[in-house]
């Protein structure tokens, strides 16, 4: 006589205070498969994507597109849409939209392009830069504790920001800043006497590398990282739960200003002026990548990495129609395409994934009545 497999069953001994219908804890058997998929499309999707761009473009722009040179380019190109849209990423995740960035960029830009006009030191002057989105981001943290709509906030601080920025360059610009060259224009590891085997790589891409690695590695190991991205998810529950949630909701503002006044000067050291005007384009585009890395606008969830994937997509259609010879205003028309697609398709997945979750419970609560 044998005896039969074990089966995998996942169930509580009644008279713990759990009903019977509790007891019961679905297992993976019990999960569809299909469930499996769409939160595969969800999380990695973007991947997939940006995978299948590549390969497009390398066949319709061939010979061009699929060079090193050009991956070089991409990511140059890319590189400033991504610090934005990590601001706005770590906003969105901690459950607010800070919609000021624009206006924080150039505010700390033209401080900055002030100081090494005025013979300042290049350090201490973009560490004030730096200060300046702190600060920015702790004025509309403190303000929306106040109960006003973060929206609503982060718009009027973008007009007074803008300002403030004019006031600072007496309505011109600061032009000739070739002391920040080291992390704009510059290129490293050029090989080469005049880079001709080897371009080099240029400075605004260690810089994304760096603070996308940091940031990483923040929102997934640290405490406060943790607490951050659970704030954006349930900040009443974490209220309760005994954490100070208004701090982290200040946190992700702070983060957020600080990021775009790494990007303002980050563009500034790319054109060696400072201009006191704020681009509103810089946001619809920061957003874009947001969207399409599928970061619940709802906040609690998101992945910095997937960010960066998706500015690296809006980069490479763009590259990629350049070298076609195709207008750039198509790019932006698919850009706007992008960010309407990537919300119906987020969307979609969510109700997907909830309904066959949904009937997944239901079917194992049938086979144990």
């Known amino acids: 006589m044998t005896t039969p497999a074990p089966q995998p069953v996942t169930a509580v001994e009644p008279g713990d205070g759990t009903t019977a219908e509790e007891a019961v804890v679905p297992t993976g058997q019990d999960m569809p498969r299909s469930v499996s998929i769409l939160v595969f499309a969800r999380d990695r999707g973007i991947f997939v994507l940006w995978g299948l761009l590549i390969v497009v473009f390398a066949f319709w722009c061939s010979p061009y597109f699929f060079k090193v040179d050009n991956a070089i380019l991409i990511a140059n190109a890319g590189a400033l849409t991504a610090l934005f849209a ?3 990423g770590i906003g969105i995740m901690t459950g607010v939209l800070d919609l000021s960035l624009p206006g924080t ?6 401080v900055t392009g002030w100081m090494l006009t005025n013979d300042w030191n290049t350090a201490l002057s973009l560490v004030v830069g730096l200060l300046c989105g702190v600060a920015v981001g ?5 303000i929306s504790l106040r109960g006003f709509n973060p929206i609503i906030v982060t718009i009027g601080t973008l007009s007074v920001l803008t300002g403030l920025a004019a006031v600072v360059a007496k309505g011109y610009t600061y032009p000739g800043l070739t002391q920040l060259e080291f992390m704009g224009t510059h290129r490293y590891f050029r090989i080469g006497t005049n880079g001709e085997t080897f371009s080099g790589i240029p400075a605004p891409v260690f810089i994304v590398a760096a603070v996308f690695l940091v940031g990483t590695i923040f929102l997934t190991r640290t405490r406060d990282g943790l607490r951050l991205m659970a704030v954006g998810a349930n900040a009443e529950a974490v209220r309760r739960a005994g954490i100070p949630s208004s701090r982290y909701k200040v946190l992700g503002f702070v983060i ?3 990021l775009a006044a790494v990007g303002g000067l980050v563009n500034t050291a790319n054109v060696t002026e400072a201009n006191p005007a704020a681009s509103p384009g810089i946001i619809f585009t920061a957003l874009t990548a947001v969207a399409l890395a599928g970061v619940a606008l709802t906040g609690g969830r998101g992945s910095l990495p997937r960010v960066l994937v998706g500015a690296l997509i809006l980069a490479t259609i763009a590259n990629g129609l350049t070298i076609r010879g195709i207008q750039p205003y198509w790019a932006t028309v698919t850009t706007g395409a992008l960010l309407i697609g990537s919300l119906f398709f987020e969307r979609l997945l969510q109700n997907a994934v909830s ?3 949904m009937s997944a419970n239901l079917s194992v609560h049938a086979k144990q009545g």
């Open 138 to 142: 702790l004025v509309n943290g403190f």
């Open 105 to 110: 960029a150039a505010f700390a830009s033209c």
């Open 355 to 357: 309904e066959r979750l």
């Open 256 to 258: 957020s200003g600080l």
């Open 86 to 88: 990590a601001g706005v």
